[in-house]
């Protein structure tokens, strides 16, 4: 037997084979935990047809079911959420079923937190994908397992397939359409959505945990892949992730021969290390390899191994070094692996691209170390302001501040970027995108290109020094009225050149500027 939790609108008996509900409470709105009759919920409501899938494909389930949508907008807020998932981590849950989910970005970073807390306590999530196939929480994240449904009917009922590169991060596609049998004798069919296809997958991942009963989330995802029905072989690489967003306290372990300076954004979770004998593998949950090589690889292997035996994730990230593939060094499928070379094959297989309507900014930076800041402050500016931003950058590095990592080579036909681009507002649905790409003095015919083919609402000049040099270089690129941020501090000699130029250390005046140009467009 194992222990699943139906997180829903309360699931009641009398209808279908749910009767060994062993408890039913509700999370109210002020977060007040409280017993509910069984019997006095809807016989024929959302969590009971979950529920009811449930035990069509794993009959010895104990279900434990928590209210926590209203009667009235079958809404909750985010709070009650959190407070369900805390709830099954202290009373005993093995697995708990979300046939919900929130793509309201505002909620995802608490929601995202009790997820890795969840997920380090061992409770193994199954939460279905919202209904129009974007970026759900918590669905999407990488300590969950996330499910939507096949809407071409090529599976059969119980079958499913194990999405091994899901750029939106739902890892299965399941047949959502299951014949129930009521107790009167009578078969009712589940409509085709998201919401139906998650429950088969908590019974099938409810089997492995009955096999297996300490396993680990990688390990189930790597079981449910046997388990699909597109297997290959055990050789596949199954945890592949594009977003690192599990980190709850990492050891960065920086190889270069300077010193690494900036700022990270995971307060008290990376801690910066130079010498791997410092790591205590205990205090950790991933080892971040900073500007590592595979000349570096026989070097650092033992603390790897360390990590990897403790079945500890690891990132390695190194922008100089963006299209070596690290798989064969790292071939260890029973944890989480990032590494940039993995990224392409997300968009290789990702869904269908969605035509951009919506203002795209682009900062072009010449100072090699001041655009992640940047980017990072802007998007932050937007979206403390109501507006879903995307950051996202042709460095890997990004990835460790939160922005999209997207590769991209010089070499590339302009239009991959642009693909891209569209993939990611498919997934995201996001107001406005501001992407950052690093680029030399001598790129200038590049950028007129690329400015060409995606076309910018708004082009930025990040400098060092504006001087005469750049503004030529500028002028040559043909940019429709760029901005220039500088790290100057005397920018007053350079009013005369015609353009709007911004202080580094003025991020939030420049973002006040950019703000009001974009609304005086709009009306």
Not at 178 to 198: P, Q, R, V
Not at 201 to 218: G, M
Not at 367 to 372: G, L, N, Q, R
């Amino acid at each position: 037997m194992v222990d699943v939790a139906i997180i829903d609108d309360g699931a009641g008996i009398g209808l279908y084979d749910t009767y060994d509900i062993a408890y039913s409470i509700e999370i109210t709105a002020d977060i007040m935990v409280q017993n509910v009759d069984r019997c006095k919920l809807q016989n024929d409501s959302h969590g009971t047809i979950c529920a009811a899938i449930v035990k069509k494909y794993y009959p010895k389930a104990m279900l434990t079911s928590i209210k926590i949508l209203n009667n009235k907008t079958h809404k909750c807020i985010n709070k009650q959420l959190i407070k369900a998932i805390e709830w099954c981590v202290d009373n005993g849950i093995q697995i708990a079923n979300l046939s919900l989910g929130t793509i309201d970005y505002r909620d995802f970073e608490m929601i995202k937190d009790t997820i890795n807390k969840a997920y380090n306590r061992g409770l193994i999530i199954v939460a279905a994908c919202n209904n129009r196939d974007i970026f759900t929480s918590p669905a999407s994240f990488s300590n969950v397992i996330g499910v939507k449904c096949s809407e071409n009917n090529v599976l059969k009922e119980g079958e499913y397939i194990f999405n091994l590169y899901p750029i939106d991060g739902i890892e299965v596609t399941s047949c959502s359409e299951h014949a129930l049998l009521k107790n009167d004798g009578e078969f009712k069919t589940t409509s085709m959505c998201n919401s139906f296809a998650a429950p088969m997958i908590t019974a099938e991942v409810c089997k492995i945990v009955d096999k297996y009963p300490n396993i680990t989330l990688e390990k189930t995802k790597q079981e449910l892949y046997k388990r699909s029905t597109n297997y290959i072989d055990n050789t596949t690489q199954v945890n592949n992730y594009k977003n690192i967003d599990w980190i709850t306290n990492a050891a960065l372990l920086y190889v270069g021969e300077e010193e690494y300076n900036s700022e990270l954004p995971y307060i008290n979770q990376i801690k910066v290390l130079k010498k791997f004998e410092d790591i205590d593998t205990n205090l950790f949950d991933t080892l971040i390899l900073l500007n590592s090589d595979k000349r570096d690889y026989e070097e650092i292997k033992s603390i790897i191994y360390k990590f990897e035996k403790k079945q500890k994730s690891i990132v390695v990230i190194n922008d100089e070094f963006q299209y070596e593939n690290h798989e064969e060094k790292y071939p260890n499928n029973n944890i989480k692996f990032w590494h940039h070379s993995i990224i392409n094959h997300f968009y290789e297989v990702s869904l269908p691209q969605k035509e951009m309507d919506v203002p795209l900014i682009i900062v072009y930076d010449y100072t090699e170390s001041k655009m992640i800041k940047a980017l990072e402050t802007l998007t932050f500016k937007f979206r403390s302001d109501g507006y879903y931003a995307l950051g996202a950058c042709t460095k890997s590095i990004g990835a460790l501040y939160g922005l999209e990592y997207i590769p991209f080579s010089k070499d590339e036909n302009f239009k991959a970027l642009k693909d891209k681009i569209e993939v990611l507002y498919r997934v995201y649905d996001y107001d406005i995108i501001i992407l950052g790409l690093s680029i030399n003095k001598e790129d200038s015919n590049i950028i007129k290109k690329i400015n060409m083919c995606l076309n910018p609402d708004k082009t930025i000049f990040l400098v060092n020094n504006f001087i005469h040099e750049v503004k030529t270089g500028i002028e040559k690129m043909s940019a429709n009225q760029p901005l220039v941020i500088t790290l100057q501090e005397n920018i007053k000699e350079y009013y005369d050149f015609g353009y709007k130029i911004f202080k580094y250390r003025n991020l939030d005046l420049f973002y006040s500027e950019i703000l009001e140009m974009f609304l005086c467009q709009s009306k």
